[in-house]
């Protein structure tokens, strides 16, 4: 298999370094874009070189994944030349199954997939619209594939891997309030993650709203926060957050190439 690249930014050098990991056969053909990457991942994989341009990619690949940035997508895919055997699967998140059959053409198969950083370490969870099995397989050797009904729930998942940062940053609130009471940053970041990591491990099987309740005794501290932080057992900013994000995901494409 050939796997070609156009963009080459953390989305992609996590996948890189997965399916390297996993599947040291595979031919994979980098844009020149981000430099800097792209040559990292060239010189730490003998199976990974960088192409002298975009176009260089797509004559050499037989799946091209686009991961470029939505607000330069409708640029980067004007200047190309698809093949009608290309199989083009993008990591772009607000640009549409229509508008991407559209500006591929004459490409064959059309995919679209939303990865998460952690397949660098083959874990977690790749949502993937239209179902393909050749996408599927290689989303199941660097963590587990999701294939979806159709654009609407593609669009819901996208929305929900816009809580990435957030977890951080509310990962970060706790470690910052347990310095300003005289604990050392070491000792707060291994307590708060190691938490965290113990807790992430419960989940995957059970109702999240039955474990909120498992893990509040009445009249306990836990249930002290819950009921601050999540009345009702819902965070309402985020709630609200996740509501915009969906509403941006659903907004117009870029315009399709002349």
């Known amino acids: 298999m050939k796997l070609g690249f156009i ?11 997965g399916l390297c990991k996993t599947q040291p056969e595979i031919e994979i053909i980098l844009s020149p874009r981000n430099a800097e ?27 091209v994944v686009l991961a470029v940035r939505p607000q330069i997508a409708d640029e980067v895919l004007r200047a190309l030349r698809f093949r009608g055997d290309h199989h083009v699967l993008s990591l772009i998140a607000t640009v549409s199954l ?17 990865p998460l950083p952690m397949v660098a370490m083959q874990e977690g969870p790749t949502a993937i619209f239209p179902g393909d099995e050749k996408v599927r397989s290689l989303f199941e050797r660097i963590g ?4 979806l009904e159709n654009e609407a729930e593609f669009d ?16 970060g609130t706790v470690t910052g309030w ?13 307590f708060v993650g190691q938490m965290l990591q113990g ?13 909120a309740d498992e893990h509040q005794t009445r009249g306990g501290i836990n249930e002290q926060v819950v009921r601050h932080v999540a009345p009702g057992g819902v965070i309402p900013d ?21």
């Open 37 to 63: 990457t792209a040559a990292a991942l060239a010189a730490r994989y003998g199976n990974v070189r960088v192409a002298v341009g975009n176009q260089a990619v797509l004559d050499e690949s037989e799946i």
């Open 144 to 147: 587990t594939a999701i294939v």
């Open 199 to 211: 807790l992430s491990r419960t989940a995957p099987e059970r109702d999240f709203a039955t474990l």
């Open 238 to 258: 985020l709630d609200a957050a996740l509501d915009a994000v969906l509403v941006r995901l659903k907004s117009a494409p870029p315009k399709q190439p002349d």
């Open 178 to 190: 347990m310095e300003r009471g005289g604990i050392s940053p070491e000792k707060a970041r291994a």
């Open 7 to 17: 963009g080459v930014g953390t989305i992609t050098a996590a996948i890189v370094e």
């Open 156 to 171: 819901v998942f996208t929305a929900a891997t816009a809580v990435m940062a957030s977890y951080f940053a509310f990962a």
């Open 98 to 114: 229509d508008y991407l059959r559209s500006a591929t053409a004459p490409a064959g198969r059309v995919t679209r997939a939303v």
